[in-house]
C-alpha cells in the first residue's frame, strides 16, 4: 500500500499521514471534473483572471506559512521556499493578465489566399487535464501547469508526489478559496499505480508529467495507447561550459549556486562543468572555494545555503554515485562524506577525473555534486555537452560574440543559458529535448500545449 505522508527530512520522522483515496473517491473526482468543465469552459475570461489575481494575492499574503510547510515536506531552505512562493504568485498574475492575448484568435494568412470570407485559429480548451507531479519543486511545478490551463478552461486533476501530501491539499484549497468552482482543480491522494487508470479514463483528456525518465515512459505509452496529448518533463545533465573569454569569477560563483539551488536536486540545475584548459585551474580553484563556503544545516535558519536531500534513498543514490567514480579512479576535490547526525544530509561536492565508464557520467546526479571536466577547445567542449542523454537545460560562459552563437546553435538542449544562471520563467517557454521530455510549458506555449488550435473557415 502506498504511503501517503509528511516525512520530515531534516529530522527523519513522520510528521502527519494521509488515507489514500479509494477507486470509488477517485471515480467521483474524475465525474466532478467533467461536469465542472461543462460549465467552466464557458467562464469569462474576466473572471477566471479575477479568481487567478485572488490565487496570487493568496500566495503573496501567506508566503511564510507556505514556504514552512514546503521546507519540512521536502527540506528545501526556507528563503528558497519562500521565493517559490512569491514566483507562484507572479506567474498567476501573469496568465491572468496575458490570456487574452494568448487565446485571441490568430490569423495565420489572409482570408482571399484560401478561398475565404475570414479564415482564423481559435484556441479552446480540451477538459480535465492530469497533472503527476514531482516534490522537488512542490508548488511552482504544478502552477506552471494550473495557472495556463485554468485560464485556458480546462480543469485540473493533480496526482502529486506522495511525499508532498500537504502541499497538495493546499493547492486545491488554494484555488477553491480564490474563487473558482470546486471541481475545477481538484488533488488526488492516491499512489502511482492509479494513474493508469485514471488516464484511461475517458472523460480525462490530456496529461502533464514532471519527473523521472521510467514515469515519463509509463505516462507516454498509456496516453499514446488512448491517443491523449501529453507534456514531458524529464530528468537532466546539465552541461555549464566555461570559455577563457568569460568571467571566471563571476561564472564559478553561479556554478555553486546552480549546483546547489535547491540542495542540488533541480532538474535545469548544472550538473556537468566543463572548462577550457586555459582556464581550468582558475575555475576549480574558485568553483570549490564557492561550493565549500556553502553552509549546510537547518533549511529553517536564513543562514543555511544547502539543507537535507529529500529521503534517505535519495542520498543513498547520490552515495552510490560517487563511490562509483572513486572506485573508477575519479577524485573528490571537496564533500563526497555525509555529515554525522540525524536528516538526510550530503555536503557540496566536486569530482573530477569522470569518464564514460562511470555512472555519474551518464546519470543524473540529484543531490549537490558536481562533476568536473577540462575540454582542450570549443569542439571537446560541446562534444562533451552534448554526450547525454538528457537534454533539458544548458549553461554557456564566453564573451566572444562568435562562441556564443555556436553554443547556441549546437548545444543539444530545449535551453541555453549563455552568462548566466538556468531557470525558468512564466514569460519564456520551458522544456527540453532527448530523454528530457518534450513540449514546453510557461509563456503562450504552455497554454496552447492544452488547447485545440481549432481552424475555423468562413466562406
Not at 527530512?9 to 488515507?19: A, I
Not at 480564490?178 to 485514471?198: D, H, I, N, W, Y
Not at 566555461?242 to 546547489?260: K, Y
Amino acid at each position: 500500500m502506498t504511503t501517503i505522508a509528511t516525512t520530515n527530512p531534516t529530522t527523519g520522522e513522520v510528521e502527519k499521514t494521509f488515507d489514500a483515496l479509494t477507486d470509488e473517491e477517485v471515480d467521483r473526482r474524475v465525474a466532478r471534473a467533467a461536469e465542472t468543465f461543462a460549465s467552466y469552459r464557458d467562464t469569462s475570461l474576466a473572471q477566471r483572471a479575477e479568481w487567478m489575481r485572488a490565487a496570487a494575492d493568496i500566495l503573496d499574503r501567506e508566503d511564510r506559512g507556505i514556504a514552512a510547510m514546503l521546507t519540512t515536506e521536502m527540506g528545501k531552505t526556507l528563503k528558497a521556499a519562500v521565493a517559490e512562493v512569491r514566483k507562484c504568485a507572479k506567474a498567476c498574475r501573469f496568465y491572468a493578465g496575458h490570456a487574452e492575448e494568448f487565446l485571441a484568435d490568430r490569423r495565420p494568412a489572409d482570408a482571399e489566399d484560401v478561398g475565404a470570407r475570414d479564415a482564423y485559429v481559435r484556441y479552446l480548451p480540451l477538459g480535465p487535464v492530469l497533472a503527476v507531479m514531482p516534490w522537488n519543486f512542490p508548488l511552482w511545478q504544478v502552477i506552471r501547469f494550473a495557472a495556463p490551463g485554468l485560464m485556458a478552461g480546462n480543469v485540473g486533476l493533480l496526482k502529486h508526489s506522495s511525499n508532498v501530501p500537504q502541499t497538495a491539499l493546499f493547492l486545491e484549497d488554494l484555488f477553491r478559496r480564490a474563487g473558482f468552482p470546486g471541481g475545477a482543480f481538484q488533488t488526488l491522494l492516491m499512489g502511482s499505480s492509479k494513474v493508469e487508470r485514471v488516464l484511461r479514463d475517458p472523460r480525462v483528456k490530456a496529461a502533464t508529467l514532471t519527473g523521472s525518465e521510467p514515469a515519463g515512459r509509463s505516462v507516454a505509452s498509456i496516453a499514446g495507447d488512448e491517443v491523449k496529448p501529453t507534456v514531458l518533463e524529464l530528468g537532466g545533465s546539465d552541461p555549464f561550459v566555461v570559455m577563457p573569454s568569460a568571467d571566471i569569477g563571476a561564472a564559478a560563483r553561479t556554478a555553486a549556486e546552480s549546483r546547489c539551488l535547491n540542495n542540488g536536486q533541480s532538474c535545469i540545475s548544472a550538473k556537468r562543468f566543463i572548462v577550457h584548459d586555459d582556464c581550468a585551474e582558475e575555475f576549480e580553484r574558485l568553483f570549490v572555494a564557492s561550493m565549500r563556503a556553502q553552509k549546510v544545516g537547518d533549511p529553517m535558519q536564513d543562514s543555511t545555503d544547502v539543507g537535507p536531500l529529500v529521503s534517505e534513498e535519495g542520498r543513498a543514490e547520490v552515495e552510490e554515485l560517487v563511490a562509483d567514480a572513486v572506485g573508477k579512479g575519479a577524485a573528490v576535490l571537496c564533500g563526497g562524506e555525509r555529515p554525522p547526525g540525524p536528516g538526510w544530509f550530503y555536503p557540496p561536492t566536486v569530482v573530477s577525473g569522470v569518464t564514460p565508464g562511470m555512472r555519474m557520467y551518464h546519470e543524473e546526479v540529484f543531490g549537490p555534486v558536481a562533476s568536473l571536466f577540462r575540454a582542450g577547445g570549443m569542439d571537446e567542449a560541446i562534444e562533451v555537452a552534448n554526450a547525454t542523454g538528457f537534454g533539458l537545460g544548458s549553461n554557456a560562459w564566453t564573451r566572444d560574440d562568435g562562441e556564443r552563437e555556436r553554443f547556441v546553435r549546437e548545444l543539444d538542449a530545449g535551453q541555453v543559458f549563455v552568462n548566466g544562471k538556468t531557470t525558468s520563467y512564466p514569460e519564456l517557454p520551458f522544456g527540453g529535448t532527448k530523454r528530457s521530455g518534450y513540449g514546453r510549458e510557461l509563456s503562450a506555449e504552455g497554454m496552447h500545449a492544452f488547447c485545440n488550435a481549432k481552424t475555423v473557415w468562413v466562406g
